[in-house]
């Protein structure tokens, strides 16, 4: 099973088959978001009365275990990482939007990015000579 670790804790975010976060909308709503953890599928699961985004909102990401934010601030502002790890033991940086609707991640390797979404051309100028 890959893993998916909090960069500052290194406590594990996946239970069963979801990445789980604490969030905050900038309105200042919280609640716990459910994420797949399969590179490219934006399904989120989360309680009835947290699911009224804005499409554009920014949402931030917090660590479920020591409550650290989960910003990508050294590629942009609107990023969030974990780490994800193989079964191989490989690790990779994970980045991915805050942008409620917009679909964008990055799975950054040792020389490499890889991009996923249809979103993902927003932020490439952020990893420089990766591409």
Do not use: W
């Not at 998916?4 to 609640?31: A, D, E, M, Q, Y």
């Not at 309680?47 to 479920?64: M, R």
């Amino acid at each position: 099973m890959t893993n998916f670790i909090c960069p500052h804790c290194k406590g594990h975010l996946r239970v069963s088959n979801s990445i789980i976060f604490l969030t905050k909308t900038t309105k200042g709503k919280s609640g716990l978001l459910l994420i797949s953890p399969d590179l490219g599928d934006y399904s989120v699961k989360m309680h009835p009365s947290y699911n009224n985004f804005e499409e554009g909102e920014v949402v931030n990401f917090i660590c479920p275990i020591c409550y650290e934010n989960l910003d990508a601030s050294e590629y942009g502002e609107n990023l969030a990482k974990v780490i994800m790890q193989e079964e191989d033991g490989k690790e990779s940086t994970i980045v991915f939007s805050k942008i409620t609707g917009e679909k964008c991640t990055y799975k950054i390797g040792d020389s490499d990015v890889k991009s996923f979404g249809e979103h993902s051309g927003e932020y490439d100028s952020a990893f420089g000579d990766l591409f």
